[in-house]
Structure formats: structure tokens, C-alpha cells
């Protein structure tokens, strides 16, 4: 039985340990694998950055065959504006942060969204075919130019198109959880649980799709 841990483009499968185990010793397996600091990197299950070392993995549901997410590993993360740069501007309010956060959900729905319907599309279509025609080959679907993030090139292979989506992703992910949400701001809290939950529910969609894809 095993975990697996995305890392980039690595997929790392660890041995799953027994539930009481800490999230720190399993942190500390992880950071001995990559040769990366223990506390240079963030490990997210389910849309939810696990942050407490101490607590058991049961408690944030880890179980044989799940994907947990490695990011940060001492690269820049896509975040917030520093607290010195936002002290120069207008003080935080719980309004200001829900528009934030629905700024980046907007940008979700608008871009990456349509991205990984196109993208689950085309693999079906793809596997339909591949029934009739053995030798056929996946292209994916072309970027829309508007979208956010666009490269330079209109067509990717199926796996880097696939990684690509899953990093963007995970990105967001990680901008929503630096959106701080403080003490009393209850509507804040639960506008970016909601929208962590629609974020990770698209990816857990693309990983699906993916995951079909392989068993045809």
C-alpha cells in the first residue's frame, strides 16, 4: 500500500504508514527523498495545505492510494502581495479579501475551467477512436489565447498538456490558502472554502479523466 506524492512533473510513491504516524515523519521521508529542507516545501491532500506536524495522517484522511501534492521547495510561490508592499496601500478589510478571493476563482471558471472540459473532451474522443484505430494518436486541445498563463505553443502533447493544468491548479490552490481570512472574518472563511472545494474538485475531475484515459 502507498501514497503518492506529486512533485512537478515527479509522481514519488511512498510506502503508506500506519495511521498514528505523524505528519512530521512522513514530512521528514518526503524531504530526505527530494534532498529538499523539511520546512521549504508545503504538502496539500484533499485542497487543504496540512500544516500541523504533529497531527496523526488520519486526521487529514491520508489512506492507501492517495495523492498528496508537494509545492514550494524554495522556488517563489504565486501569492499575496508582501505585507510590505500591501502596507503601502489601503488597509485589508474582510471585503476587500473576499474579492480577492473570488478574483481568483473568477480566474479559474474563465480560463482553466473551459481548459479541462476541452482537454477531458478530447481524451474521450480520442479513446473512442483509438477502439477503431489503434495506431491513433491524442492531440490536445489548443490554449485559447486569452486565457491566463498562455504559452507560446497552440498544441502540447497530452501529458505535458495534462501536467500543465494539474500545476496551474495546484497554484491556485496555493494562492487561496496564502489569502489570510483573520480571526473573526467568518464570510471570508467560508468564501475561500468554498472556493478551495470547487478548485480541487476540477482537479480531482482532470486526475479522473486522466486516470480513465490509462485503463483504455
Known sequence: MSVLVKWGRERLHFTLPSPSTKLGELRHEIAEYTHLPEHSFKLIHAGAIMKDDNAPISAYGIKSGSTIALV???EPLPSAPSKASSARK???TEQSTISQIRTELDKVRSSLRPDVDSFLTALAS???AAQISPS???TAPAKPASAAGSGQHHSTN????HLRLGELLLQSLLRLDAISTEGEWEEARRERKSAVKEVQALLDKLDSGWRARART
Open 72 to 74: 514550494g521547495g524554495g
Open 90 to 92: 489601503e488597509p485589508r
Open 126 to 128: 480520442s479513446a473512442a
Open 136 to 138: 491513433h494518436t491524442i
Open 158 to 161: 497530452v501529458e505535458q498538456e
